[in-house]
């Protein structure tokens, strides 16, 4: 057997900034999007959104629409499609007149153009029977429950030792509540979708992060053989999370096609509709306590989570895990309570989980910090663990006290002075903090790469992978190149459509990862045969087709990549604005495979950490039960003028334990950790400590 | 959206007889702020009426001193004139302190002066809104307020004007060319406004008809210094919690006069009288600027998410009067 030193992949170009191989399409527009492909006579989808929290639709009247020049078929639930229960309460559209939150889809009008089709829906009129609504997060509610799991399958509560116990005795505690607010996913390219039925059997371009995940939703949903729907992405605008696993967008898209079979049905999302159907992070309510002895080394750390799910389909968002891994305490519990609510469906957004448990919990060290006379990095090396803490096992990799160490000289930390509000520059209050990232290593299991070579000297790459604009087409190439043993300019990669070998979607940061090893394993399968045939390819080519290995240490280690973010902050002694001249993030991720797409992923994660701390805030109001800020000029992101000097750099990481390619996913790992250091910055540029995001500019007034 | 016709107007008159004749016609400008309330169903023309293309498009000196803008000038060209970036700053920092820099290509002078509020009550048809719907209630009353109004609101509205440009203008005692139906006739900006009372439904004093042709820029000395702070939630691209526009004339360390108008506070630009009144022969010190802000601020209203305003818009207007002393 080889060791996981040997069945290393040797870098060649893994590890190079290559350019962006879809670079050119891209910035020329000629990359086509899901509602770009060009297709024959398509009709157009405008949605009926429920007007109503909850309740149901007595009646809809359709007259008007139906007769509106162009309209060619208006969709309701006296018309849809019969769906197969699956028991995803989220996909089961149009089955009945129920309404079980605002914004739910209720139909459509099917129309010659996109502008019919929106005026007829305008025309439609619905008549409701309206039941009591509930919307509410609260950590005071007396109907929170317990999950069985939380995501994707974790542990939904954990304890070891006596931290009540422990934080009795400890000579230092904290004991502090954070939260952070509802923030909706917001990709540029919005949730779109091409949807055609020719002879029973349905295609789709849809703008995914999964194209066989979405098959899996929808094929069993209208009764259908997973190969009988078939669904191409070669190019998605981002996702973050949103796009992971199809909403009920993609069904309606689905059931208006079946109105109009043979013609494609197209239906982009606005940005409004996004957000009340595509899903969105769950507020959270973090209650954190510390316990730690004089020399400030922690004896107990509570997490307790609350935050909300949807009544039509359960989402128990995993905040609670990183504080199961960064650092070392021999008493210590997490738990995770749910609030049901008459809402849409949260889902994952970049990071689900550790992004929002890494602020209450990375905030909490500061202040813990500074309660035991320590410097916040001190603090932390103080407390780093020997092995996971939890799992007991040995990390396969873990170089946060480095990236620590790292940050801190480049940032210029050694002479900082630790007293808040002390520094200004005219009139900006100026401060500096710094807060930890994580995320775990994930492969997903079942995905196959088939490659092939012609004896013309090029080798064809196959896999049903998507590139939601990390740059997948790019690091693949360079992965395949390095295990074919050959240059880029002699792999072409297809990747985006169902009609590859089978892959799992973007998500987890897992995507290199669980792509990339079955890549590797193709191409040593390949080269052997090509050996076999003396080294020539013969004349009707050679091919092979791998799997995912199994790789046995993933039970013997505990995987996870680790960094350090540093922050300054300037404060407006006058106004409490907020900004932030300076970000570093120094990580430790493996190897990574492309220097300039990586990081870019990891200055992407970091702007979108930035966006949270300073601005996001998806604001339900409780009357009505929908989001009110729901476009782009209400809704804030993080704007070029908000950013200042942004520096990324990563360590030499060597870890052969998590797969060949020596890679560790950093599609997340960037936006973990940001908030928490601006948070802790703009403490100690004020004295004020902000325990609820976004740090808007009214909660520095004084 | 509705169907509608498109007309484009050769003159002014044909433009106001086009839609003095049409109850369902409107002006339309860059389109910037119309059209978005088309897509978003808030408003249904039947028709509209281009005037981006009136021969309203120069900034030129005014024969007995002053500055005439076209009502068409594009807010981009507007900012980077030279006679506005000279004598009147405060203007050109307004606007460049606007919306993003596609916008202000397309926007208008009279289109952004025309604004309507972005209470996100009023921009969703799903929910009642006295201003959209005259009498079907105030959503944002017991709702979410952050940018409403602390100032001269009422039972009806509570909604805020969101134009920074119009802020400059009013301090600036800018008026508006306006040509109706009945001839052409001049309205100071600081009038054109209305605060909501009980008709909501009418941000200004304009009839249907009435187009705005340019708006003048009296001759003001004390403009040379003018200043525009604009408090906001992100550095760029987003509407005023709070903003302030003013000029400061100190002789000898007493203040001579003091202009100032405050945005994002009410339904109309708010010249801040009494602070200026306050001030007037005052020394100028800090604890003056800070009497003349709670003076000014003593009747706001606040209500449930923005009673930050109070202190921000006070502190705001310190720290632009300390700068400009
Ligand atoms: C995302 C976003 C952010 C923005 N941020 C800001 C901001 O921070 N600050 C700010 O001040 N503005 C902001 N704006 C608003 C922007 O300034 C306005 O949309 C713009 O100024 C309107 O000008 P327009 O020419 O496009 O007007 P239009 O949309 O064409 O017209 C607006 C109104 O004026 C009427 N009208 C137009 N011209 C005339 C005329 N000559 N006579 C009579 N009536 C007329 C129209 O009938 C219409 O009702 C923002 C807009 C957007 C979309
Ligand atoms: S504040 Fe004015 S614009 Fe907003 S909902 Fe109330 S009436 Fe409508």
Not at chain 1, 247 to 269: E, Q, S, T
Not at chain 1, 343 to 368: L, N
Not at chain 1, 645 to 654: I, P, T
Request: charged share 20%; glycine share 10%.
């Amino acid at each position: 057997m080889t060791t996981a030193e040997e069945s290393m992949l040797r870098a060649n170009a893994i590890g190079t900034p290559l350019t962006r191989l879809d670079g050119t399409e891209k910035v020329t527009g000629t990359a086509p999007y899901a509602v770009e492909h060009p297709v024959d006579s398509p009709a157009h989808l405008h949605p009926l959104q429920a007007a109503i929290a909850l309740g149901r639709a007595t009646g809809i009247d359709t007259s008007a629409a139906e007769a509106e020049p162009g309209v060619l078929a208006v969709l309701t639930h006296a018309n849809a499609p019969r769906l197969a229960s699956t028991g995803n309460g989220e996909l089961e559209i149009l089955q009945s007149g129920e309404v079980g939150y605002r914004g739910q889809f209720l139909g459509g009008v099917i129309a010659e153009t996109p502008e019919i089709a929106r005026r007829a829906a305008d025309l439609i009129r619905v008549h409701y029977e309206r039941y009591e609504h509930d919307v509410e997060l609260r950590a005071d509610r007396d109907d929170l429950y317990k999950p069985e799991q939380v995501n994707p399958a974790f542990d939904t509560d954990t304890a070891q030792g006596d931290a009540d116990g422990a934080l009795a005795s400890a000579a230092v505690t904290l004991d502090a509540t954070y939260s952070t607010p509802m923030e909706h996913n917001n990709p540029m390219e919005p949730h779109a979708t091409i949807a055609c039925w020719t002879d029973g059997e349905l295609t789709l371009h849809d703008s995914t992060q999964g194209v066989y995940w979405t098959q899996a939703a929808v094929a069993p949903l209208f009764e259908l053989d997973q190969q009988q729907v078939r669904v191409i992405s070669p190019h998605v605008g981002g996702g973050f999370g949103s796009k992971g696993i199809p909403h009920p967008n993609v069904v309606l898209a689905a059931m208006a096609a079946r109105l109009v079979p043979g013609r494609p049905v197209k239906f982009p999302l606005t940005r409004q509709q996004m957000f009340s159907v595509v899903g969105y992070r769950t507020p959270t309510i973090q209650h954190v306590r510390l316990g730690a002895d004089e020399q400030g080394r922690l004896s107990a750390i509570t997490l307790d989570v609350v935050e909300q799910t949807a009544k039509v389909k359960e989402f128990a968002e995993q905040t609670a895990i990183p504080t199961r891994t960064m650092y070392a305490a021999p008493h210590r519990r997490t738990s995770h309570r749910l609030a049901a609510l008459d809402t849409p469906v949260p889902t994952w957004m970049r990071a689900p989980g550790e992004c929002p448990g890494m602020f209450g919990p990375e905030v909490a060290m500061d202040e813990m910090a500074l309660a035991c006379g320590l410097d916040p990095i001190e603090f932390r090396v103080r407390n780093e663990p020997e092995t996971d803490p939890e799992s007991g096992l040995p990390f396969s990799s873990r170089n946060l006290v480095a990236c620590l160490r790292e940050g801190a000289r480049r940032f210029g930390w050694h002479d900082r002075d630790p007293r808040p509000g002390t520094r200004r520059h005219g009139e900006w209050l100026v401060g500096t903090g710094v807060a930890a990232s994580t995320y775990p290593v994930f492969a997903m299991p079942g995905s196959q790469a088939t490659i092939r070579a012609t004896p013309d000297g090029r080798y064809a790459v196959r896999i049903g992978a998507v590139d939601i604009g990390t740059g997948t087409w790019t690091a693949l190439t360079q992965i395949a190149a390095d295990a074919l043993e050959v240059s880029v300019g002699e792999v072409d990669l297809e990747i985006g459509s169902t009609t590859l070998p089978t892959a799992s979607g973007a998500g987890g940061s897992s995507g290199i990862n669980s792509w990339g090893s079955p890549i590797v394993a193709a191409a040593r399968t390949l080269r052997a045969r090509l050996d076999e045939h003396g080294g020539t390819v013969p004349a009707e080519g050679v091919e092979a087709t791998e799997g995912m290995p199994d790789n046995p240490h993933t039970s013997q280690y505990a995987m996870h990549s680790f960094g350090a973010q540093f922050a300054e902050v300037w404060v407006n002694a006058d106004t409490g604005e907020v900004s932030v001249p300076r970000l570093l993030g120094i990580f430790a991720a493996g190897r990574i495979i492309n220097a300039r797409t990586g990081r870019s992923q990891l200055l992407g994660g970091m702007t979108m950490g930035l966006s949270m701390a300073l601005h996001e805030e998806s604001v339900l109001d409780p009357r009505f039960g929908h989001v009110v800020n729901h476009d782009l000029a209400e809704y804030h992101i993080a704007t070029n003028a908000d950013v200042g000097s942004l520096e990324v750099d990563w360590l030499d990481e060597h870890d052969p334990y998590v797969n060949p390619m020596g890679s560790k996913g950093i599609g997340e790992l960037g936006i973990t950790g940001t908030a928490a250091a601006i948070t802790n910055a703009a403490y100690h540029a004020t004295g004020i400590r902000v325990r609820e995001l976004p740090l808007h500019p009214d909660k520095f007034l004084r | 959206m509705i169907p509608f016709d498109y007309r484009r107007a050769t003159d002014a008159e044909a433009a106001v007889d086009l839609v003095h004749g049409h109850p369902g016609a409107t002006f339309l400008g860059g389109g910037t702020n119309l059209v978005d309330r088309m897509k978003l169903g808030v408003s249904e023309p039947e028709m509209l009426v281009d005037v981006s293309r009136l021969p309203y498009d120069t900034v030129e000196p005014l024969p007995g001193g002053g500055v005439r803008i076209g009502s068409a000038v594009p807010n981009s060209d507007l900012a980077a004139h030279p006679l506005i970036r000279e004598q009147y700053p405060v203007l050109s920092q307004a606007l460049l302190a606007g919306a993003s820099g596609q916008l202000r290509n397309l926007a208008t002078t009279g289109g952004n002066l025309l604004q309507r509020t972005r209470c996100v009550y009023f921009q969703d048809v799903t929910t009642p809104c006295n201003k959209r719907e005259p009498g079907s209630g105030c959503s944002a009353r017991g709702g979410y307020t952050r940018q409403h109004a602390i100032l001269g609101a009422s039972q009806a509205c509570v909604a805020t004007h969101p134009s920074d440009m119009a802020v400059a203008l009013a301090m600036l005692d800018a008026t508006v060319q306006v040509q109706g139906p009945d001839g052409s006739r001049k309205i100071p900006v600081a009038e054109l406004h209305r605060l909501p009372g009980d008709e909501p439904e009418r941000d200004t004093v304009l009839g249907q008809a009435d187009l705005i042709t340019a708006v003048d820029l009296p001759e003001l000395a004390m403009a040379t210094r003018s200043t525009y702070r604009k408090v906001r939630d992100r550095a760029s691209y987003a509407f005023a919690l709070v903003s302030v526009a003013a000029a400061l004339d100190v002789a000898d360390g007493t203040v001579r006069q003091a202009r100032i108008a405050f945005g994002g506070l009410a339904h109309k630009p708010w010249r801040a009288a009494r602070a200026e009144e306050t001030l007037r022969g005052a020394p100028a010190t800090e604890e003056a600027f800070r009497a003349a802000a709670e003076a000014e601020l003593a009747e706001a209203t606040p209500l449930a998410d923005n009673a930050f305003k109070v202190p921000m818009s006070r502190n705001t207007l310190v720290s632009v009067l300390r700068d400009l002393a």
